[in-house]
């Protein structure tokens, strides 16, 4: 059955049934739950909703902002609403220094990234006083969208020092198996995790809505010596992870 023959006002739009724009909604979600409207699948336009529901296109258009709140659907700018991928969201411990690619395998996902920006660069001023480098340092830079099981999670940027890291196209999965290799993973790390609205070109990045809800996490990661070895920056889905911390007396 295709979307707009669902959305047929007979046998579910009630004269009686309280406010239409509420029950339109109830019909959209149970439409979305039993996969008459699958995730990532275009909702018919306004128009053609409240045409086939003979519903005024307020109403129409105050139940799709009811379930964009909710979170079941997403406007994205030119080409309309579509029915949002629910995500299983993942639990991440912080108190192991482990990797992205370890934390998925655990959970048996297979990671795969995007690259966005591999090389070697001229290191910004943040990252010659987060690395503890001179005026005109080079930098590894490796900045990547990281996809777990096909979906994307994160956008993450990581600086190393060249001589942690001399040469950035040597990462081709995970950059801490390359770091374990040449003797130099990090042993330490502090985290500074804040909340944030992702911008149009990162939240497109990730798959969701512009000024959808993000984690940002930045760490800096430490060899045994006490030297900075990293500094990331990831952006995550915020529907996609739960930190998790132990707290102990
Ligand atoms: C994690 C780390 C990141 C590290 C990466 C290495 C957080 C917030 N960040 O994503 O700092 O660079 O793992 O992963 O956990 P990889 O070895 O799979 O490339």
Redesign the pocket.
Known sequence: MSAIEFLRPEGWLDESGGPRYVQLRHRLESGIESGVMPPNSSLPPEREIAEITELSRVTVRKAIQELVREGLIEQRQGSGSFVRERMSRME?SLSHL???????ARRGMK?T?RWLERGVFLATQAEREGLDLTDGAEIAR?Y?L?EAGGRPM?L?R?SLPLDILPNPLE?T???????GRNGVRPVR?V?K?SAINLAAREADLLSVAEGAAGLS???T?YLASGRVA?L?R?L?RGDAYDFVAELHL
């Not at 482990?98 to 998925?104: K, Q, R, V």
């Not at 999965?173 to 770091?179: C, F, G, M, N, R």
Request: glycine fraction near 0%.
């Open positions: 991440q482990t990797s992205f690619t370890e934390d998925m990671t990234s490796i990547r990281r994160a993450e990581a990462v999965t995970s950059l801490y198996e390359v770091l790390a985290q995790i996490i930045e760490r990661s990293e990331t990831s995550y």
